[in-house]
């Protein structure tokens, strides 16, 4: 009971991680339709960032917002000037855009901070948190807490603010958005701002556990796919518990089921978004969406 | 067959009629490119000739891309259905046929067979639950199958060898010809090659073709038009995986060796750039692209051992702005171009 209890936190600490990539991906899914393959790397190479802050000395927690804010940025620029372009092109197209900005993050994360795996520190103590027999990792116990304080904040920004309100509105209805006044590209560029900001938050919060190199986020993005599609990609909160979902259950079958273990993880992912999207393509939460011909 | 082609022809009679100024580029087109099409053949015939070893190792692998990217080109290109995870056809296809030499020790030759098979139905059973996705999801399917094929080759150590791979001895020549094996395995790629474009121009310029592309522009009007889209769109699936998985076989003899991790997702990513680049819905555009995924990288490792990604993520990008039917279609372009320009020459005078 113990060490299910200990893989069920763990797990939720994992499936923090998805969770906020996955709701990166829906947020810009749910303003532009697109499936932003290039996430994960966007989120590796701000977590490298992230790394030459701390190599030159600045605190943790200066480096972790400064990075978050270039990440925000950057994804900005990255919808103005590369997406915008294609932004009415077919799906295809922007597809294949998004998976040129993946190999281009991924070869240039490479070229300059090198193949080789680098350890990135973690802000929580080292030392772990006992409950009578129960021992959690206390990385585990603040991720769990940093994805719920983003959660909370996000949660706040599209429900209270007047920004909020006008990102939600461009998503669902950008011509009627349009007429009242609201900039919707410009809703889209913000999506894919804080989508970024996330991703970052994500990253820097798996390269302690993963260890930091340019293709840490491969696997990890495969779940927050899995995520994604567990709890429908139009649906935010479907996003995140599909994230916490996907993250006990890859930890309890990875426990309890001798076979798999963890050679066979990603396809346990594999054969999760393959099941959701045969039984309920549109995922726990979705919207069914009826198109007309 | 006669009576369809009938109409065809009625229109290309008419059409000369009314406008023969405008038809005659077209008249033109025919024997050019039937000549175009000559020399490619001779000089791909002659090219052992002129260079050994490595070189012509590097041509080799050149037709077997082609060869996957027209099976791509058919499902994506064609047919509109997503693939990012074609790789992982290519992988089974060169783990079948290592497999059945090093543990069965069976003749290559059949396990080229065998490999097209094996894919084929692994496709076509893989096409079928993902009919019912669009789109989108289709690519994250095909994207996460991708990702985790190299994981699955792994598991399955006492067939695969585990990470450690197969590694394969070069088929000698046969019949006492007097090739080394570079030369012989580029003779078998080459036929291999040949025939498949033969088949793949046959599949798709007739009815069966049309009714592909006609799922891609508009699924709903080619279904009530009477088009199985279900049926063609898996068997086209599988068609294409077959194709790769005979490509996938080829390098694994041409390489003599397979290992998990050189099917990775980016294999996939590689086939997809090459049908950028060489062009969407294009037969011609798989040579094009092919020589692209070989030649680009090499030249490009020169720089760094990162550079040659960065140069297919821009590449990507920048075709996709400029020239989204990339060279073929580009190609095709010019040539209107060129003859529209000497007809109105012609007119004007």
């Known amino acids: ?293 | 067959m006669a009576t369809e082609t009938k109409p065809a022809e009625k229109a290309a009679t008419r059409v000369e009629t009314e406008s023969p100024a405008s038809a005659r580029p077209v008249r033109a087109a025919r024997p050019l490119g039937l000549v175009a099409l000559a020399v490619v053949l001779v000089v791909a015939f002659a090219l052992p000739f002129f260079m050994s070893g490595f070189r012509l190792f590097q041509f080799t692998q050149v037709l077997i891309y082609a060869i996957a990217l027209l099976g791509l080109n058919m499902l994506t290109g064609y047919n509109g259905q997503f693939s990012l995870g074609h790789g992982a056809f290519y992988g089974i296809g060169a783990y079948t046929t290592a497999i059945m030499i090093d543990r069965w020790s069976i003749g290559y030759g059949w396990t080229i067979i065998a490999a097209g098979i094996v894919c084929l139905i692994v496709g076509f059973l893989f096409g079928r639950p993902a009919l019912r996705l669009e789109g989108l999801y289709l690519a994250l399917a095909t994207f996460s199958l991708a990702l985790a094929v190299p994981q699955i080759l792994k598991y399955f150590e006492h067939w695969t060898g585990g990470s450690q791979g197969i590694v394969l001895s070069k088929p000698k020549a046969p019949f006492g010809l007097r090739l080394t094996e570079d030369q012989w395995l580029y003779y078998l790629t080459l036929a291999v090659t040949v025939l498949l474009f033969l088949l793949a121009w046959n599949l798709l310029r007739g009815r069966v073709g049309r009714a592909i592309v006609a799922i891609r522009d508009n699924h709903i009007a080619a279904e009530a038009m009477g088009i199985d889209n279900s049926l063609y769109k898996s068997v086209v699936f599988g068609v294409s995986a077959a194709y790769t998985g005979i490509a996938g076989a080829l390098s694994a003899l041409a390489i003599a060796f397979v290992a998990p991790d050189s099917f990775n997702v980016f294999l996939s990513i590689t086939l997809l750039t090459g049908i950028v680049i060489g062009g969407f819905a294009t037969i011609s555009g798989a040579i094009y692209g092919a020589l692209f995924i070989q030649f680009v990288p090499n030249w490009a490792q020169d720089i760094s051992k990162a550079a040659p990604w960065a140069i297919f993520g821009v590449f990507l990008i920048v075709f996709m702005y400029v020239m989204p039917r990339g060279i073929a279609g580009f190609l095709h372009l010019l040539w209107i171009r060129l003859t529209a320009s000497a007809v109105s020459r012609e007119q004007g005078r």
């Not at chain 1, 900001?197 to 899995?226: C, E, H, K, R």
């Not at chain 1, 916490?244 to 076979?259: K, P, R």
């Not at chain 1, 959701?276 to 549109?282: H, I, N, Q």
């Open chain 1, 1 to 293: 009971m113990d060490i299910f209890i200990q893989q069920v936190v763990s797990g939720l600490a994992t499936g923090g991680i998805y969770a906020s990539l996955a709701l990166a991906l829906v947020m810009i899914y749910q303003a532009t339709e697109v499936v932003n393959f290039a996430q994960g790397e966007m989120a590796m190479f701000s977590t490298y960032l992230a790394w030459s802050m701390l190599q030159a000395d600045l605190p943790y927690w200066i480096t972790f917002l400064a990075t978050v804010a270039i990440a925000f940025v950057g994804g900005l620029l990255i919808e103005r000037i590369v997406i915008r372009p294609v932004e009415n092109a077919p799906i295809l197209t922007i597809v294949i855009v998004t998976l040129g900005l993946l190999v281009i993050f991924n070869s240039v994360a490479g070229w300059i901070y090198s193949y080789i795996q680098k350890p990135f520190p973690s802000p929580f103590p080292a030392k772990p948190i006992r409950i009578g027999n129960i021992v959690f990792g206390a990385h585990d116990v603040g991720e769990i807490g940093v994805t719920l304080v983003v959660l909370a904040l996000l949660f706040a920004f599209f429900r209270f603010t007047t920004l909020g309100l006008a990102m939600r509105a461009a998503a669902q209805n950008p011509v009627s958005s349009r007429l009242c006044g609201i900039r919707v590209s410009w809703m889209l560029g913000l999506g894919w701002g804080l989508a970024a900001a996330f991703g970052a938050i994500a990253g820097m919060m798996v390269a302690p556990v993963v260890f930091l190199d340019p293709n840490m986020m491969g696997g990890i993005q495969l779940y927050a796919f899995a995520a994604a599609t567990v709890g429908g990609f139009s649906s935010p909160h479907g996003a995140v518990i599909g994230g916490l979902l996907v993250g006990v259950t890859e930890n309890l079958v990875g426990t309890y089921v001798s076979f798999i273990g963890t050679e066979l993880k990603l396809t346990v992912a594999l054969a999760m978004i393959i099941i959701v999207l045969l039984v309920k393509p549109t995922g726990l939460f979705g919207r069914t969406i009826v198109r007309r011909v």
